[in-house]
DNA sequence: ACAGATAGCGAGTGATCACTTTTTATGTGA
DNA sequence: TCACATAAAAAGTGATCACTCGCTATCTGT
């Protein structure tokens, strides 16, 4: 009943919050195709007109929520601890949680609009320096984490092999719940993986 | 000015064929969203009519594309030549080629209409089976390629690892050819796995 | 040759898309 | 307090979507 009394700035950034929230949920539950405009404003509880009042096209909307997932990845991939002087089971610790990174709403969201790009040169010019940015930061990212057990110029390709595989996992993996446990083969492409990176040499599992 | 002469079963097959080739390329070249009724049917140079004749509905022209481009592709994975006893040269060469394999237009079809179903679970449903078909036949062609180098119970880890890591790579390659050459990272990368198949032990690169 | 069946065409049809315009609410500066 | 600016809502607008329907063209069995 009372009034909230908010002011125009004040305004502005909250249905501007939420339209980004809503899009990203969007993006991630329904797939790019279906985030549509109108589905857009409903989830996030303002009319058309409000949206388009802060983005002029459908575009800038998914542009402006490409940059906000971005955002949000790096400060995850950075959030992932390193250990000085790591052994097999603790890297392997990392790259489960680098998976359950991967596979969170807004990596999703970010594959979602990635896909989408390859057959839109305009979203693909406008999401290039997000895409530059971030891919800038998980090499620093790596570089913290396994800058001591590998030579420099492998890091770009073990990066490349690693989160590449844990993307292309995301993107086989239709199950609807996406937090599900790693199955058998992907518990043990990851040991794999790990070995890879800590010893270079992984051990073979001895048949008992 | 002369009449063909064509039966109907033959006419008719005609058609089919050209819908499904300009559905497999309408999604390679435009993408899930583009791929309208209306494109495809350009593209086949038929009429919609002519298309809602022999798909009732959108989604079952998608899968049925889906199915054949599943053929496809366990056809290029079986066409890859096994070596009884491969060196690691080989086994980077064989890599590569299926690189080019995982980047072929149909494969990029194929990705479309997963990342599609992620979101529908009509289409979803109906690509189960081609799914399972397809992961059994790869699991048979890399017994077939590195049943002899691997662990039995380690095929499905590594083969997960070279898959997923290929695909994630189509699909993080947003430049518009595809059939580029690899640049460094991915050629380390493709050397760093085929290690990881024949010896595994990596060399580390002693930096001059 | 001819009746019936199948294939293909193209003009619709309602729904929905991205987006616009008009109108109403809500802060803001003087 | 009140003219003004900005934010949000409500009601469009043309275009395009998947899909239908009536018609013609082509083939098939007899």
Redesign the interface.
């Known amino acids: 009943m009372t009034a909230p009394r908010r002011t125009q700035a004040e305004r502005r950034d909250a249905t501007i919050t939420r339209l980004l929230d809503a899009t990203v949920e969007c993006l991630a539950?329904?797939?790019?195709?279906?985030t549509t405009t109108s589905a857009v404003a409903a989830a996030a509880g303002v009319s058309q007109g409000a949206l388009f009042r802060h983005f002029p096209t459908r575009q800038d909307l998914l542009v402006a929520t490409a940059e906000v997932v971005a955002e949000r990845n790096v400060a995850a991939f950075r959030g992932l601890a390193g250990d000085p002087s790591p052994d097999v089971e603790a890297v392997a610790a990392v790259l489960g949680h680098l998976r359950s990174v991967v596979l969170s709403p807004a990596n999703q969201t970010w594959?979602?609009l990635?896909?989408?790009?390859?057959?839109?040169p305009g979203l693909?010019l406008a999401l290039l320096p997000a895409?530059e940015g971030l891919q800038e930061q998980m090499l620093a990212a790596a570089t913290d984490l396994w800058g001591n057990l590998l030579?420099p110029?492998?890091l770009?390709?073990?990066l490349?092999?690693v989160?590449?595989?844990?993307?292309?996992?995301a993107?086989?993996a239709?199950d609807p719940d996406p937090s599900a446990p790693p199955g058998r083969?992907?518990e043990?492409?990851l040991?794999?993986?790990a070995h890879?990176i800590v010893d270079?040499?992984?051990a073979?599992?001895e048949?008992p």
Chains 1, 2 share one sequence.
């Open positions: 539950t329904r797939g790019y195709a279906a594959r979602e990635l896909v989408a790009a390859r057959a839109d693909r895409r030579p110029q492998d770009p390709a073990v490349s092999i989160v590449n595989f844990l993307d292309g996992l993107f086989s239709l083969t992907v043990r492409a040991e794999l993986l890879l270079r040499r992984p073979t599992e048949i």
